[in-house]
């Protein structure tokens, strides 16, 4: 979800997923989709009830979304029923002047509801290719994971053939909106507000793949799914096309690929095989865009620079040339050593052998570190209030200042060699088990 960005791309097809038949789980249960079996009532504001297939055959009250077991059998735990008349009330009709932006689901407005909330409705376009499917998995999903970086759930509205999802509003809007849309009148993102985001986009990863129970993929990280408050704290949204991970002894979850160009994982195109390392592979063409401030696709650039992890990785391999990866509206205003960092990050993320890759909380460690505003840093009020900055003391001499910056790098470099390390020691302890996981020829690595 986002408003006002492009719609989702599907590498098969622009139309809903089809419903897969039964599979059934190592214990012989049958198990489904999340939304297989999901039961939508058609009368006025009436609640969405639980899928028997919810999380790989196991009912609400067994699931742990936040590591806590779930107190209500209803799927729609904290979300509230809208009826159809509520919102379009909220919304004043779907004005078009209350409208926020556009995109696979549907159309998005701002509204406020009668306790003065201020709210973004998303409401299905009936005649697109994403459908009822990704609206129950939307719900399905949010009202299961609860995390400071996760989008809120207000509510939602089944009433009739009408589908709505009420979201908490995001007063910046979309990622895409600040970075990769942006207008000549509007000041670019600085170097450390990129990396608070980087951060916070990481942390809402970790929550989904390590600490959710049974852990969520994604499947469709992308800066126009980022949304930013005022304070621009990132928060991931659209949640239509995620996926419960492996449970128990499998591997990876096989699935018709779905996700947008330019993000998904080679191997994952070349397979259908899905893992968590998949949106780390996403989580990495990400951080490039933040960094260069390019988009992952760009068809206005030559054929060779359209694809922004081709025309990336030759530069990455070579650390003399990093400077030419940062966005040029930065005008030179970042850290050497923290972009060298931040640079390793991607690759790690980047790399060809999924199981190489790092786990999502190697990442958030790593990018805290970058995500920390020095005290010698004056970042402009019009691009992002920096509370921090005014608390923080002055550096006495430049002494204290080198040996902050050194001790700062110094941690970044030791995290990311242990995350590194962690990796190859998993991969060579796994043996062959990892053999299940699908792991690319080197040729087909950049190939989207």
Known sequence: MHWGIRAVKCFSCFRPEKKTSPRRTASGEVATSPVANAAVSTRSGAPLMESEGLKHGQSSSEIRANGEPAERSSMAKNARAFTYRELATAT????????????????????????????????????????????????????LLHHPTLVSLVGYCADGDQRLLVYEYMALGSLADHLLDITTDQTPLSWHI??????????????????????????????????????????????????????????HVSTRVMGTYGYCAPEYIKTGQLTIKTDVYSFGIFLLELITGRKAVDSTKPASDQILVNWAMPIIRDRRRYHELVDPLLRGEYPEKDLSQAVAVAAMCLHEED??????????????????????????????PQKKQAEDPPLSDGTQQDKSTFDRQRVVAQAIEWGAMRQKQKAQTQGKTTDSQCITDPTEANRV
């Open 355 to 384: 199981s190489v890759r790092p786990y999502m909380s190697d990442a958030v460690v790593a990018l805290g570190f970058l995500a920390e505003v020095p005290a010698s840093c004056e970042e402009k009020p019009s691009i992002a």
């Open 194 to 251: 990129r990396m608070k985001i980087a951060h916070g986009t990481a942390k809402g990863l970790e929550y989904l793949h390590e600490k959710a129970n049974p852990p969520v993929i994604y499947r469709d990280l992308k800066s126009p799914n980022i949304l930013l408050d005022e304070e621009y704290n990132p928060k991931l949204s659209d949640f239509g096309l995620a996926k419960l991970g492996p449970v128990g002894e499998k591997t």
């Open 92 to 143: 004043k009709n779907f004005r078009s002047d209350y409208l926020l932006g556009e995109g696979g689901f549907g159309r998005v407005y701002k509204g406020q509801l009668e306790n003065g909330q201020i709210v973004a409705v998303k409401q299905l376009d009936l005649n697109g290719f994403q459908g009822n499917r990704e609206f129950l998995v939307e719900v399905l999903m949010l009202s």
